[in-house]
């Protein structure tokens, strides 16, 4: 499933993540782990403002399978389910979220070497239906996206996109918000070893004749360490610090220029 363009969704990821991975203004603190069995475990806490809140996620791997569910403080309970191969090629995904009964998806992919294709609906009495459809190959793929009402029959969302990836560089530009904005983010690794990155992303909404300019890095100081940075045209910096301090175990710590860093770590035994 990986000799093809990928998922619409994949347009732009690697810019992306680099530019707002991590980059969390909250207080955070979480703890993770894995078994060899492919059971995983996660507790989270995050804290925003003078409000705390928490949540476990639970997951489990086997063979074809995936099942993941997540428990918050407010007794709601999401849980996915991802089947691979039921027919080859494809992926089924099952989203549930509890109490909320509106909220349940279902999603079918198809991978082929030279396209995707993916359907979603909402599993309740005005369905919505989004489409996604991907041409191309890992180096070069055009992509389009489009979200139908069933109840109003109108489109929610309709986006095209195109992404040009190299081993050493990545480019995209999305056209979205039913064409009213426009986004086109560049990605390039320095060295060899991709320890050092540099990211720019500049988007422009025509309804408002608004720009957006961000620009980003990354740096791995040491095996252990690796550094990230961005800064905005509007002023906004921030920077986020990976450390592994036992083999599988990671600290990180992120800043959003809030009063108080939060600090995220992650056992990833």
């Given at each position: 499933m990986t000799s093809g363009p990928g998922l619409f969704s994949d347009i732009g990821k690697r810019a992306k993540d680099l530019l707002t991975k991590d980059y969390l203004s909250d207080q955070k603190f979480s703890i993770s782990s894995c078994s060899d069995s492919g059971v995983g475990l996660t507790s989270t806490a995050v804290k925003k403002g003078g409000l705390s809140t928490g949540e476990v996620a639970v997951s489990y791997s086997y063979k074809n399978t995936m099942v993941e569910s997540k428990v918050d403080t407010e007794s709601n309970i999401f849980t996915t389910i991802t089947?691979?191969?039921?027919?080859?090629?494809t992926k089924v995904i099952t989203s549930i979220k509890l109490p909320d009964l509106s909220s349940h998806k279902l999603e079918v992919q198809y991978f082929h070497h030279h396209a995707t294709v993916t359907?979603?609906?909402?599993?309740?009495?005005?369905?919505?239906?989004?489409?996604?459809?991907?041409?191309?190959?890992p180096a070069i793929a055009f992509?389009?996206?489009?979200?139908?009402?069933?109840?109003?029959?109108?489109?929610?969302?309709?986006?095209?996109?195109v992404n040009v990836s190299k081993p050493e560089s990545c480019a995209s530009i999305v056209l979205g918000d039913k064409g009213d904005t426009i986004k086109a983010t560049y990605l390039h690794h320095l060295d060899q070893l991709k320890k050092s990155a540099a990211v720019a992303e500049i988007s422009r909404r025509f309804s408002t004749n608004e720009n957006t300019f961000t620009v980003g890095g990354l740096y791995a100081v040491d095996d252990l360490t690796v550094v990230k940075a961005k800064l905005s045209n509007h002023g906004k910096l921030g920077a986020v610090l990976h450390h592994?301090?036992?083999?599988?175990?990671?600290?990180?710590?992120s800043s959003d220029l809030t009063p108080w860093p939060w600090i995220n770590a992650q056992d990833l035994a």
């Open positions: 089947v691979a191969d039921i027919v080859p090629s359907s979603a609906v909402t599993l309740n009495k005005n369905p919505i239906v989004d489409l996604t459809a991907t041409l191309g190959t992509g389009v996206e489009a979200g139908y009402d069933t109840t109003s029959g109108n489109f929610t969302k309709y986006t095209a996109g592994q301090v036992i083999p599988k175990s990671m600290v990180t710590i």
